[in-house]
């Protein structure tokens, strides 16, 4: 896979309000582990939309790891006004998204629901797989995507989910 979708949770569906957070440092270490077993099986992007919580934290571990390893990563997002109402220590997030190797968004403003699905259909046919934090027993809107992408054969998904995670902390 050359192309790798990453999203999942955002920070207050995981109950995590404080960059401060002890969960956070043992999520990056399994999105660190991850992320490099795609870079050296030779994945040449990480797609990100934009969101706070799980997709900002891979997005530190990938611009570090950007150090060591040679890929890009790119910021896909839906709307041109995305983060634009967020508070300031998230509109500092907000930048290190939009200051990555590619960035675009897909419309300008809100038309319909429709959008969301065309949005999710792009994002799914531009990448050949994803890296997703998501559990189906915990349910959010990411699960319009993730049951698109597990509708298509040749679209692998890693699921980080909270039993491999505890599986995962385990293990170290």
């Known amino acids: ?10 920070s207050f569906d995981l109950g995590i309000f404080q960059d401060s957070d ?10 660190k582990k991850d ?3 795609y870079l050296e099986e030779g994945a040449e992007w990480l797609i990100f939309t934009g969101s706070l919580g799980f997709e900002f934290w891979a997005l530190e571990v990938a611009q570090e790891l950007q150090q060591t390893y040679d890929f890009g990563i790119a910021t896909i997002v839906l709307f041109r006004n995305h983060g634009e109402n967020w508070n300031t220590a998230n ?3 907000w930048t290190k998204f939009k200051t990555v190797d590619f960035f675009k968004y897909c419309y300008d ?3 319909g629901p429709w959008q969301f699905r ?3 259909q792009f994002l799914l046919d531009n990448s050949d797989g994803a890296y997703i934090f998501y559990d189906s027993e915990q349910k959010t ?7 698109e992408g597990q509708k298509r054969m040749d679209y692998p998904i890693l699921f980080l989910t909270f039993d491999r995670l505890n599986d995962l902390l385990n293990d170290w």
């Open 1 to 10: 896979m050359h192309t790798i979708l990453i999203t999942g949770y955002r």
């Open 22 to 31: 002890k969960r956070i440092e043992m999520i990056k270490k399994a999105i």
């Open 35 to 37: 992320l490099l077993s």
């Open 91 to 93: 509109q500092e997030k």
């Open 109 to 111: 403003a809100y038309q």
């Open 118 to 120: 065309q949005y999710n």
């Open 141 to 147: 809107n990411l699960h319009y995507l993730v049951d």
